[in-house]
T-cell receptor
Framework: KAGVTQTPRYLIKTRGQQVTLSCSPI?????VSWYQQTPGQGLQFLFE?????QRNKGNFPGRFSGRQFSNSRSEMNVSTLELGDSALYLC???WGQGAIDTQYFGPGTRLTVL | AQRVTQPEKLLSVFKGAPVELKCNYS??????LFWYVQYSRQRLQLLLR??SRESIKGFTADLNKGETSFHLKKPFAQEEDSAMYYC????????????FGGGTRVLVKP
């Protein structure tokens, strides 16, 4: 089985811009979760989508949003970028909803905001 | 709110020595506890989960609800165990989302 893929792998943006990151889950997986990883805050949960519906949301401002398509692929959008949004963004897929099922992580998208 | 604490940022041990990574948590209810590992240049991956009660790559972890801990242990560390280890928690009260600890970097010296 192909693993979770994320595109692009690296991204450089400037403050105020917006960005869209993409995640393709393992075939058959219906849940996609997004995490932000920074040296200061570590790994923080952003949100989870299951069957095209957001099921869970972390403590992030409304500038962070996402969606899931019928083929389970997911996109994450960050609007009005701030310097503090520079991070590694990870997505993870699982068969079922929530963290009970094993989550398989992608390689991440490294976002740098200048 | 749920919280996971890994007090050691770095653990350095010699090959063949025992290694124990500490993980403490706070959670209201019955948690699901996990250990994730990230080897150099590889993805974050699940190492083990407490409900499985299995040993993976020689590692074991016991959930101690009285001490709210889920320490990871291996009796004889190998060089290939050098990696970043994250303890994580989930459960219904947490909305079934994963909450990670800050991580412990393990360095196994030859």
């Amino acid at each position: 089985k192909a693993g979770v893929t994320q595109t692009p792998r690296y991204l450089i943006k400037t403050r105020g811009q917006q960005v869209t990151l993409s995640c393709s889950p393992i075939s058959g997986h219906r849940s996609v979760s997004w995490y932000q990883q920074t040296p200061g805050q570590g790994l923080q949960f952003l949100f989870e989508y299951f069957s095209e519906t957001q099921r869970n949301k972390g403590n992030f401002p409304g500038r962070f949003s996402g969606r899931q398509f019928s083929n389970s692929r997911s996109e994450m959008n960050v609007s009005t970028l701030e310097l503090g949004d520079s991070a590694l963004y990870l997505c993870a897929s699982s068969w079922g909803q929530g963290a009970i099922d094993t989550q398989y992580f992608g390689p991440g998208t490294r976002l740098t905001v200048l | 709110a749920q919280r996971v604490t890994q007090p050691e940022k770095l653990l350095s041990v010699f090959k063949g020595a025992p290694v124990e990574l500490k993980c403490n948590y706070s959670y209201s209810g019955s948690p699901e506890l996990f250990w994730y590992v990230q080897y150099s240049r590889q993805r974050l991956q699940l190492l083990l989960r407490h409900i499985s009660r299995e040993s993976i790559k020689g590692f074991t972890a016991d959930l101690n609800k009285g001490e709210t801990s889920f320490h990871l242990k291996k009796p004889f560390a190998q060089e290939e165990d050098s990696a970043m280890y994250y303890c994580a928690l989930s459960g219904r009260a947490a909305g079934n989302k994963l909450t990670f600890g800050g991580g412990t970097r393990v360095l196994v010296k030859p």
